[in-house]
Every structure is written in C-alpha cells, then in structure tokens.
C-alpha cells in the first residue's frame, strides 16, 4: 500500500510540473485572462464581417448558437488548457488567475460591499471554488453580469471536475454574450471546448474549435484546434495546424515548445520532438538564447545539454532558476535543484507547482515532514497549483500516520473537488483507519 501511494504521490507531482510547464507556454489562457481581467473592462470589439456579427453566438460554438471554448495548454492550458494533459483542472485554475492581470484576493474591510463578479474572480484567483462558486451565483440570483457570472461559475465546475456542469455554464453566458462577437465570447469558447477534452467528447471539441478559427484565425484557436486532432490520432491535421502557427512566427522558440507539449500530451512525444529539434535549428543569437535552448534540451532530455546551456544563462531571470532544478533534479541532485527551486519561488512565490515540486523531492527522499511544511507554505503563498496542494497535504499526513488529520483534511478537500473519485475512493480507506 504505501508504495501505490508513493507512485500515486509521483503522479500528481508529475500532474503539478505539467501544470507548471503550461503556465511558461504561450496558450489560450493568456487571452482569457485578458479577456476577463474586470467586470466592467472595456472589450475589444471582434466581429467576422456583418455575417459573423449577425451570428455571434453560432461563433461561440456550433449548431446550438451557444458552443465554445477551451484554455488549450496541458497543460491547462495554464495552463492553459489543457487539450493536452491529464490534470485538465489545473489548467482551468491556471486560467482563473495564475496568468495575465486578474483581480486579487480581497483584503481589508471594504470587501464585501465589493460587486459579486469581483469577489468571485478574486476567490477564483485564490483558489477557494466553495467561496468563488458563492460570489458567482449570487451575482447570477442578482441578475448581475450574466455572462461573467456563468463564466466564473462555469470556470469553478471546470476545476472541480464537474465538465458536464461547466458547459451548461459555458453556453449560458454564450446566450448572454448576445449579439457580441468579443473578446470574452471568445474567451469562453475556449472554456467549452477544454470541458469538451475533458469529457472526452473530440467531436464537440474539435466543432468549437472550428467555428472559432473561421471567426477567429488566430495562432491560439489553430494550436488549439490542433491540439484535438492530436488527441484524435490526426497528426497530418494537427501538424498542419501547428505549421500554420510557426509559418507566421518561424523563430518563437514558444510555440515549437507548446506544439511538443501539445503532441506529447496526446501521445505523439516522437513527433512532438520533431518540433523540439526544429527549434534547434532556428538561426538567432545562441548566446542570447541560452535560456531556450536550454528548455528544448531539458524537453528532450538531454539533460547534460541542457546544463550547460543553461549555465550560461542569465540568473537573473526567474525562469533560468525554475529550469536549471528541472534539469538538476533530472540528473538526481535534488539539493541543488531545491536550492534553485527556492531561489525561483524568491521571485514567483504564487507557483503552487513549484512547493509540489520540492515537496515531492522530499517525499521521494522519506522527508515527510519537511513535505508536509513545503505543501503547508504553497497553500499559504500560492494561488496556482492548489488543488495539488491540498492532495498532497493528505497524502503527507497519510505517510506520516496522522490518520485523523488525514481524513479531516479529506472532507474539506472533497467539497472544495467533489468530482474527485480517486479522492472519494481514499476518503473510504482513510474512514477505516483509527
């Protein structure tokens, strides 16, 4: 038993990097958290032509007028989507406020006479969906901002695994999207179709994704939509669509990264290092690109590779820091990989990802109550990553035979994910221990 937890503790560190590795790709949530920074923001008007703008919400996902959307990434996506990842909660987490300008927790004494659809976006960004999910459907009661309202709830359905739900969410602020072909239409199209993924409906994905590339032909929706097809085993279609994307931008080492994610995800890690070894080959200034070449190295796993050139890479940006204990921990030195793990988390302390990372190391190394401290400060400093957070916390007291704390710890997690059946069925176990 104890070593399927410690496999079952690898998995959700491993879930935890992916969704770590999406955040740094350039994917849909970045423009849903545009899209959705303020409830009262001003949208960038998109229409397709007087056609497109007379059939707005068939533009928002298919035949039912109201389809759409999806946070493509694994990785979620920030994820951040994830099209391509096991943890597609994460990546709906990584959209709700991990990435781009999203309102901040409330604090101090005004916040409750602040409107519903900022207290729930600010929730939302901290991770508490029980609050969050209150905040949006007291808007909704209020008849208060339709669309933000049944995006955000939708949004906690997404995290909680509940995808059935966040559709029916997803197409009831399409309906109140009305005639608007905008930003946070958009937005939520890309929201639907990671529901989509998720269920395991390609179908009904790929239709949104679609719609959104006749409406919206950006780089985004085609690495989106070839995310799909890669999960479809059409790797002709989905390589066309990537291709389409790296034609436009041949030297954004970004996206070759995301289109590996993207086919790895999916099962295709072969032709997703196709991409990696393309980026390779991208003629720049090698000494100014270190810090890339160092990641297609890492993806690759060529580890030694990826060391020295990220060796010469400037420490002063955060990233070369999160790489360099990637790699290190790859090559089996986890002290000096936790010792640039904290050094990143100096400047990004909201990564959840990274305490996950850092608690799974001590963990692998019977640390369980330094893990538990290192999980205990990511739900303290972190606002990504938390549901990972929160398993891990019951898994360290699991290890540590702190059985009531456990299951204590277990009831409080499952009503924050009741869609949790993993977590349901341990939560059976843990009532049977003392």
């Not at 545009?34 to 960038?44: I, K, M, N, P, R």
């Not at 994704?209 to 890669?230: C, E, N």
């Not at 996950?356 to 190391?361: C, D, E, K, Q, T």
């Not at 997690?413 to 069925?425: G, H, I, S, W």
Request: net charge negative.
């Amino acid at each position: 038993m104890k070593e399927n937890k410690r496999r079952r503790w690898d998995r959700l560190a491993r879930l935890g990097l992916l969704c770590l590795l999406l955040l740094l790709c350039a994917g849909c949530a970045r423009d849903g958290e545009d899209a959705a920074s303020g409830e009262g923001q001003a949208d960038t008007q998109e229409t397709a032509g007087e056609e497109g703008q007379a059939d707005t919400q068939e533009t928002a996902g298919g035949e039912n007028g109201a389809d759409a959307q999806e946070t493509a990434g694994e990785e979620g996506q920030a994820d951040h989507q994830e099209t391509a990842g096991e943890s597609q909660a994460d990546t709906q987490e990584t959209a709700g406020g991990e990435n781009g300008a999203a309102p901040q927790e409330p604090q101090g004494g005004g916040e409750d006479n602040a409107p519903a659809i900022d207290r729930g976006n600010a929730f939302l960004e901290a991770g508490d969906m029980e609050q969050a999910a209150a905040c949006f459907e007291e808007a909704i009661a209020a008849e208060q901002d339709l669309r933000m309202a049944y995006r955000g709830l939708g949004i906690v359905k997404l995290s909680q695994g509940d995808y059935e739900g966040a559709i029916a969410d997803f197409d009831q602020a399409l309906v109140n999207c009305g005639m608007e072909a905008d930003a946070v239409a958009y937005d939520i199209s890309y929201y639907k179709a990671s529901a989509y993924v998720s269920l395991g409906e390609l179908n009904e994905a790929l239709e949104v994704y679609s719609h959104l590339v006749d409406y919206k032909p950006s780089a985004d929706t085609y690495m989106g939509r070839g995310a799909v097809y890669a999960r479809m085993g059409n790797l002709e279609m989905a390589r066309a669509d990537f291709d389409r994307v790296l034609q436009e931008e041949p030297d954004n080492y970004s996206r070759y990264v995301e289109a590996y994610q993207l086919l790895e995800a999916a099962g295709q890690t072969e032709a997703g290092q196709e991409y990696l070894r393309r980026a390779l080959e991208i003629e720049r200034d090698k000494n100014a690109d270190n810090l890339e070449r160092g990641k297609l190295y890492y993806y690759l796993q060529e580890y030694d590779n990826a060391k020295t050139e990220l060796e010469r890479a400037d420490e002063s940006d955060a990233e070369v820091l999160l790489y360099k204990g990637l790699v290190y921990d790859a090559l089996g030195d986890f002290a000096y990989a936790k010792t640039m793990y904290e050094a990143y988390l100096e400047q990004e302390s909201a990564d959840g990802s990274i305490y996950n990372l850092i608690a799974s190391s001590e963990m692998a190394s019977g640390n369980y109550e330094d893990a538990l401290a290192t999980v205990q400060r990511g739900l303290a400093n972190a606002s990504s990553g938390r549901q990972e957070l929160y398993r891990n916390e019951i898994i360290a007291y699991e290890y540590l035979g702190d059985f009531a704390s456990a299951k204590a710890k277990m009831e409080e997690y499952l009503e924050m994910y009741p869609q949790d059946e993993e977590a349901a069925r341990e939560a059976v176990f843990l009532r049977t221990r003392s």
